[in-house]
């Protein structure tokens, strides 16, 4: 047989075995810019659906997957040189700053509402930009307290602290042992402003008052500030500063720190390697750990959580195909067999993920991440979410507002600092 | 021109040479003309290097400084704000302590890379055993990528892991652990540390091939003289050394005043943006957060600073070498 005959055979028979014809030209490529997942398994079954998709979509889709703290660079890069990534992945309200180099999806964003019990607001809000849906809810990675129950229980606390000062007094008792509590003020995507927002807004401060103009310097965010401060003194691991997602991370799982907040892969790493990862005694550390929400402020118990998306970027040659991989993938099926394998690290953008049977599977201590993100506001809260709060957030002008706090800046000039900077960024 | 010079014409056995062209009266054939002509061959040679540098340097340049002059953004074309982006660099904070770190993290590190890197060239200057292994591993921590060893660098300085802060409380020196990259000054002297370490190699093979070239003569002189080994040093090394000594430290300031790679990994500008050099808070504005014009003014910050020290140091060159 000649070559040109046999890939004329060749390409007849993958048609027929595909069941369907190429809808999209040959040679065609839809390239995916993810995170790499804190649950390397996640990944790993995103490799496995490639095939399955490139199968479905008559075309090839690629994977890649980057550092978290990687994305924004690469989106800018991608944008302003009009090539890159197919679809990259969004977190926190980065639609609203790309807004110009994405694609509207309502019509996805529509059929996933319908078709998955409607979205958190969280997850709606970070996306919609100016009523339009900008990217895609995909999924939501709760960040709940993970601690170590005996440590506590040394100390008197038989239960996880329910408010800040009773958190302070019981992690000071724990850094006195060499257990303190561990929480980044680095410049690092998620741990950080997961604590730093909560802090300031349970303590009755906010980025923005409901008009979107700036209200930063009041005394419910020096309050927070000056609580941070003694905090970290008292009961924190001081090189909390230098650290980015992953530190917290191996700290706890080092048996160097008592509690942190963070996603549930703690729980799942030591679960997995239950044989490696022993506690002081000699036992598997996951049977030692348990979770707990954000303990209340004078102004409430508010957490954030962080949200994620998919972009369509509009500099993309298929954005039809784009989007018809983007409805394959959030579909049911093949969202419901990552949300499995996540094992409650990443939750569904919308609710019908809460009544999914791996709830009813999964180890009690990570019962909680079930409906965690309920009590989620929006970074730039009290306003509403915009590329403004996302220039905040992306400039870490919160998170630095406590860190120039923890490093000796009174309360109140570690504030005004912040204030000022919202002032130029608000305008 | 083929002529058959042996067995005549239609020989077989005959030989046939070529031989030269008779000069004629006709006119030189076009190419010949071209490549005679200096000015055209100049041009032609010079083209490629022309278009590269245009296309590779002039074009970025001339793009930079556009954008700092205009108020684009991620997505966004932006429109021609004058010196705003300058002027709001110069009343920020965060601009000001990247601006005194740069010059501080600049001179301290070339101090010590010149100091050290000196020292160990004119170590190296001797003869010993197994001299050329250790002049080649000396070069090591040049050749490593940047990134690549400050990870390594930054596993040592960990927070949490330090394998330093371990050999220190171990050897009974601490109690508690040093805040290596969780405090700001800490922070810079560490990164000040790794690129001592990086660019001493670069200082000492540089000065030991400029050493290699002064004459044993004049050493053997001075001693005869009388000179200890400070005065051959300060009166016989120091003055033939001081050219290349320029040329290296004008190409250390250079690259240090623009380093990038080593402080975005070991530190990323933190904690609370303390170590943040003029490139990195550059990047974090312009890249990170999308805010192009801001970015390209702040890494334009660098350019006058750079032109002026490099002009004072060529000059004084200049003088060296006039002398």
């Not at chain 1, 906010?206 to 008009?211: A, F, L, P, R, V």
């Not at chain 1, 094992?343 to 009813?360: D, I, N, Y």
């Not at chain 2, 093979?205 to 004459?215: E, K, N, R």
């Amino acid at each position: 047989m000649k070559r040109r005959g046999f890939l004329k055979t060749a390409g007849v028979a993958g048609i027929l075995a595909a069941g369907r014809a190429p809808a999209f030209a040959q040679g065609t490529r839809l390239n995916i810019l993810r995170w790499v997942d804190f649950i390397p398994a996640c990944d790993v079954e995103l490799k496995r659906q490639a095939p399955e998709a490139s199968k479905a979509l008559g075309a090839e889709v690629v994977f890649e997957f980057i550092n978290a703290n990687d994305l924004q660079p690469r989106i800018t890069a991608a944008i302003q040189s009009g090539s890159g990534p197919d679809i990259i992945h969004m977190l926190h309200n980065w639609p609203h700053l790309y807004e110009n180099g994405l694609v509207e999806v309502n019509d996805l964003a529509e059929w996933q509402a319908k078709d998955q019990g409607g979205f958190y607001a969280q997850s709606e809000a970070y996306v919609k930009v100016g009523g339009r849906f900008m990217a895609l809810p995909h999924s939501i990675v709760p960040g709940l307290i993970a601690y170590r129950k005996s440590w506590l229980t040394e100390v008197g606390a038989t239960t996880f602290p329910k408010t800040y000062e009773e958190l302070r007094q019981v992690a000071t008792k724990l850094k006195k042992q060499g257990h303190p509590y561990g929480q980044t003020l680095g410049h690092t995507f998620g741990d950080a402003p997961a604590w730093a927002y909560p802090l300031l807004w349970n303590f009755g401060g906010m980025e923005t008052d409901k008009s979107g103009k700036t209200a930063l310097d009041g005394k419910g965010t020096v309050e927070a500030v000056k609580f941070m401060a003694a905090f970290w003194k008292d009961a924190c691991d001081e090189g909390g500063l230098a650290w980015d997602d992953t530190n917290n991370n191996r700290a706890f799982l080092g048996g160097e720190i008592s509690a942190t907040l963070n996603g549930a892969s703690i729980y799942i790493a030591a679960k997995r390697g239950q044989d490696k990862i022993k506690d002081e005694r000699g036992e598997p550390m996951v049977r030692d750990i348990q979770h707990a929400r954000l303990p209340a402020g004078p102004a409430g118990s508010w957490s954030y959580h962080t949200a994620f998306s998919h972009g369509v970027m509009k500099y993309g040659k298929n954005p039809k195909l784009a989007k018809e991989f983007l409805k394959w993938f959030h579909g049911s099926e093949r969202f419901g067999r990552w949300f499995e394998v996540a094992e409650g690290f990443s939750v569904g953008a919308t609710k019908q993920w809460e009544r999914h049977p791996l709830w009813t599977t999964v180890d009690e201590p990570m019962r909680g991440f079930r409906t965690a993100p309920d009590n989620s506001r929006v970074i730039g809260y009290a306003g509403p979410p915009s590329a403004k709060a996302t220039e905040v957030y992306t400039k870490y002008v919160i998170v630095d507002m406590f860190a120039k706090g923890v490093q000796g800046m009174k309360a109140e000039d570690a504030v005004k600092w912040a204030a000022g900077e919202l002032g130029k960024i608000y305008g | 021109m083929k002529k058959p010079i042996a067995g005549g014409a239609g020989s077989a056995a005959g030989l046939e040479v070529a031989l030269p062209h008779p000069r004629t009266s006709q006119p030189a054939p076009t190419l010949t003309r071209f490549l005679e002509n200096e000015g055209l061959l100049a041009a032609v040679l010079l083209t490629p290097t022309v278009l590269l540098l245009g296309l590779f340097i002039a074009y970025p340049f001339v793009m930079g400084v556009w954008l700092s002059l205009s108020s684009t953004s991620v997505g966004n074309p932006g429109e021609f704000v004058g010196l705003h982006n300058f002027v709001k660099a110069w009343n920020d904070g965060i601009f000001r302590t990247a601006f005194g770190n740069t010059f501080f993290y600049t001179f301290w590190a070339t101090i010590f890379k010149l100091t050290l890197g000196m020292w160990l060239a004119l170590l190296l200057n001797r003869s010993f055993r197994g001299k050329r292994l250790v002049r080649a591993s000396m070069l090591l921590p040049f050749i490593v990528p940047t990134v690549l060893s400050t990870f390594a660098w930054r596993w040592m300085f960990d927070p949490t892991f330090s394998v330093l802060n371990w050999l220190l409380y171990q050897g009974g020196l601490i109690t508690t652990k040093l805040p290596f990259l969780s405090d700001g000054t800490y922070g810079l002297w560490c990164a000040i540390v790794v690129n001592t370490w990086r660019g001493m190699p670069f200082f000492a093979i540089t000065l030991l091939a400029g050493l290699q070239t002064i004459s044993p003569d004049l050493h053997e002189a001075a001693s005869l003289d009388g000179a200890n080994g400070w005065h051959r040093f300060w009166h016989v090394t120091w003055p033939l050394l001081k050219p290349v000594t320029l040329v290296v430290v004008v190409f250390s300031v250079i690259q240090t005043f623009s380093d990038f790679q080593l402080i975005y990994v070991l530190t990323g500008g933190g904690p609370a943006n303390a170590t943040h050099l003029l490139a990195t808070y550059a990047y974090q504005i312009g890249v990170a957060t999308g805010l192009l014009g801001e970015g390209a003014a702040i890494s334009l910050f660098m350019l006058p600073v750079l032109f002026i020290v490099v002009w004072i140091q060529l000059r004084y060159l200049r003088r060296l070498e006039g002398a």
